[in-house]
């Protein structure tokens, strides 16, 4: 399913936090987001959740204009999002049961996503009884089991050690590539620091401005083979390559926040 920002513009007050935006996602697409720090990364992810409403512009989802909460996309979240007192099985089958599904069938499915994402023995534990990893694929699972055509995800990786975000990146391509659900492979908009993890990811990655009033300035094309390793990928000649066409862009703009950040 598509989601498209037509000249998004956001205004608190008399600041302008997003200026103009205009982008789209296109069906069954991995795009990821990069900018610099405080530039309005997350910010352009609730316009698209729907938690924020534009000031000017609007975001259409399948081609129409969203009105309150999107319905359609699942969000993963940077920070925990699990219930502490419920299980993992039990937070997974959350969504569904929220949704309307009896007990027993918000429990199969829930059981099936923990086994998708490698935790069929650990649906009991709580998640202090988990690791960092374990927690990130529970609520990886708790957000797959409603089938939503499209996923926000902010950052999700970030908290995680180096060898165990390489292992969850993995696993996330690996599902993204193989999961065609209800209305095919699922449209991805991604947020994240980590140019590396950007193109590692994506079929595509927009680059946003410095703020106030960010907006994307370029687009580069990931044409790198699928399916993908991430360490693996990132040893190629033509992985350093694009990393050097967009840092020459993402570099000016980092340049520009610092300043920015530094006289005030």
């Known amino acids: 399913m598509s989601l498209t920002f037509d000249t998004v513009t956001l205004r608190f007050g008399a600041a302008e936090v997003v200026g103009g935006a205009s982008f789209s996602v296109a069906p069954g697409e991995f795009v990821s987001i990069v900018g610099p720090t405080g530039c309005g990364k ?153 140019l590396e993890e950007a193109i590692s990811l994506s079929d595509r990655v927009i680059v946003l401005s410095a703020g106030p009033a960010t907006r994307p300035i370029a687009e580069f094309a990931i044409d790198l083979p699928r399916p993908r390793d991430v360490a693996e990928i990132r040893l190629t000649p033509a992985f350093r390559a694009m990393e050097e066409r967009i840092w020459a862009v993402l570099r000016d703009e980092v340049l520009k926040a610092y300043r920015a950040g530094a006289a005030a």
């Not at 089958?93 to 996503?113: D, I, K, N, V």
């Open 42 to 194: 997350s910010t352009l992810l609730n316009l698209a959740a729907g938690l924020i409403a534009p000031s000017s512009g609007q975001v259409l989802v399948g081609g129409q204009p969203l009105t309150g909460l999107n319905r359609r996309a699942g969000y993963l979240f940077q920070g925990e999002s699990l219930m502490p007192w419920r299980t993992a099985r039990d937070n997974v089958a959350a969504g569904p049961e929220f949704a309307g599904a009896s007990r027993a069938a918000a429990a199969a499915a829930a059981q099936t996503w923990l086994a998708r994402v490698g935790l069929a023995g650990h649906g009991e534990k709580y998640p202090h009884q988990m690791s960092g990893g374990m927690r990130k694929r529970t609520q990886l699972a708790q957000t797959l089991v409603l089938d939503p055509p499209i996923l926000l995800m902010d950052e999700p990786f970030s908290a995680l050690d180096v060898q165990t975000r390489q292992l969850m990146e993995n696993e996330l391509l690996a599902i993204w590539q193989a999961d065609m659900g209800r209305s095919g492979r699922k449209s991805v908009l991604f947020i994240t620091h980590d």
